[in-house]
Structure formats: structure tokens, C-alpha cells
């Protein structure tokens, strides 16, 4: 049985437009006039805008936010040049104004009639959403890497010295007393300390010691860091308050590090914190707790929230936090939060951090249970 020739193009029309609906890619066709021509699903979601009010329309009235992607296809219908993962951000478009930023990856390709001349153009994107931010962490992990190593060669060559200029502070200290300059000698022996901290904190952050990671009730844990927090807190009269939900399993983790990790949180939040103010302390089990991300298995977890009214985080700072070195402080090393984060993600946990100028940080700490 034969076809007529005008339903074989039809069925084959169908076949291909078919196959473009399909693609995991948006596509998008313009003719020499810049109009578009085709517009797929995939296409509609990056962009938030369904194809009824996109065909037909001059490419540079669809994106009139993202010239970049005009210029490009522009270069493709006109020169002839071709772009091969051209990564850049599409802003997306939704009801009642600007959504949010795609990262995309474009590729185009001229459309050429039977002489071989231009009458169009194609671009594809590739939306990059869940692929950028596993690139980003394998670059932080090398640049940690890379930054631990050397950390470590100079906090090992530094040390050294030190020890010396501390012993030889010492005992000018007892020649230099009957003449009341201690005063001086003391600064020295105590920068010299507070120092010789810091390098400890590099080589910690450097060499981590092995996790001794067993079934430990996490309130007690919280109750030594509470204790010892209390001490930094009276001088600024600020309330740690406790929170705790008295049904909570027991967590797997190292008690030594994770007292380590929750001092520090308190520590920030004292410090940020002028006057009066209050430290709340909650915990809580997540049943429904999901996450997308490399090495976490499913499951219950704990969560540890420490809450304040201070100073809050800027979105500039926010960031930066987990970056070692970086420091608002005047005297910080910059590292308490960078190894607080790398302790917990060994322990299989997660970080997550909420803060706003000005009325305060809420620090979430998630825990496997055991």
C-alpha cells in the first residue's frame, strides 16, 4: 500500500517535531529575520515562557534581559559562527515578573537551505542548575587541598621560631621586672600565644585526627558547650536558653569533636551579639528529611539549631563563611567555621545557615542518628 507523497512528509513533519519535544535540551529556531521559529518544552521551562508567546516574535522582544544570547545567534545567522558550550545565565520569566538565573550551556548551529545559504539558526541549551554547583565543589575541594598542604609547610616552619621568641620573652621578663616593663614582655609571651593558637588551628585543619565515632547522646555534648559558653556569655549578659526535645535517639559521632564544633557556634554567636542578648539552643528529629547531595544515604536525622539576635550575616559574607581564612573578625583566624564544616561532613551531616543584617543567625547542624 503506498502513501501520497504530502502525508509522508506530514507523518515524517510530526516524527521530527516529535523528537525535538523529547530533547533534555531547549531548542530554539529563529529565521532570517530573527523571528523564532520553534520553541520546545524544554526551552519553556528554562525560560518560563510557553511557546504561544514566543513564536513569531523577534528574539531580542522574547530575552530583552539576556542580549548576550541575542548578539550570539546573531553571529551565527550573519557570520556563520559557530559557539560550542557558550556558558552563560538565562533570566528566567514568570507570572507577574523576573524569575530567577539559569545557568545554561549553548551550542548553536546554522539552518542552510538546498544552495547551502543561511535561513535560520539554532540554538540549544543545556540548563546547568544541578551540574555547576558539583563543579564548584570539586574546585573548593582541590583549592582546600592545595591550601591544607601548604598550611601546613608554613605552620610547621613558623612554630619553630616561635618557640623561641616565647622562651626568650620569658626570661627577659625576669631581668627586665625590678624595672616595671614586664608590661611588654608580657605582650610579646601573649601574641606569641595567641599565635602559636593558630597555627594549631592550621595544622587541624591541615592533618584532621581520625574520628572516634560512636552512639553519644548529643545533649550531653551540648550541656558541656552550654557550660563552658555561659563563661564568655555573663560578660555580656547574654541567656543561652535550651530547647531540647527529651525523645532524641542517640547521634553517631565523635563527642570530643563535635563539643569542638557547637563551642564555636556559641563562641560566633556570644560575639555577635553587643549586649543583652539571647542564645536559644534547639533540638528536634527530622523524619522527612531530603537532600540531594554527593555521600548522603537517606534517613533519619538530628538536628541542632543554634539561634541569636545579633549582628547577622551579610549576603556578601554569607559566601565566604566556609572559606578558610576569611574573617570579619579583628583577631580571628578564620578557620573555626571552615574546620567546623569539614568535621560535620565527615560525620556524614550537613550545614545550613540562615541570617539576616542586623536581627540575627540561625545556624542548623543535621546528624546522622546511630
Known sequence: MRFPIKDFVLKQTNIYENIIECLGQGVISIDACMSITAYNNEAERISGLSRSLTIGKLLEDVFPNDSWFTEILEKTLKQGMIFIEH????????????????PVGLTTSTVLDHNGIIIGAVALLRDLSSIKPIKEESVRKD?????????AGVAHEVKNPLGGIRGAAQLLSRKVKEKGLSEYTDIIIREVDRLNKILEEILDFANPRRLNTQPINIHEALDTVILLGNRMAEE?????????????????GDKEHLVQVFLNLIKNSVEAITKNGEIIVNTRILT????????????????????????????????????????????????????????????????????????GTTVSVFLPIA
Request: with cysteine.
Open 87 to 102: 556558558e552563560n545565565i538565562i533570566c528566567q520569566r514568570m507570572a507577574g515578573g523576573m524569575g530567577g538565573a539559569v
Open 236 to 252: 555580656k549578659t547574654v541567656n543561652i536558653i535550651k530547647g531540647y526535645d527529651p525523645s532524641l535517639p542517640l547521634v553517631l
Open 288 to 359: 522527612d528529611f531530603h537532600l540531594v547531595e554527593e555521600g548522603y544515604k537517606g534517613g533519619k536525622m538530628v538536628s541542632v539549631e543554634v539561634k541569636d539576635n545579633g549582628s547577622g550575616i551579610s549576603n556578601h559574607d554569607m559566601e565566604k563563611l566556609f572559606t578558610p581564612f576569611f574573617t570579619t573578625k579583628a583577631k580571628g583566624s578564620g578557620l573555626g567555621l571552615a574546620l567546623s564544616f569539614r568535621i560535620i561532613k565527615e560525620h556524614g551531616g550537613f550545614f545550613k545557615i540562615d541570617s539576616d543584617k542586623g536581627k
Open 143 to 151: 583549592r582546600l587541598a592545595f591550601l591544607g598542604t601548604f598550611a
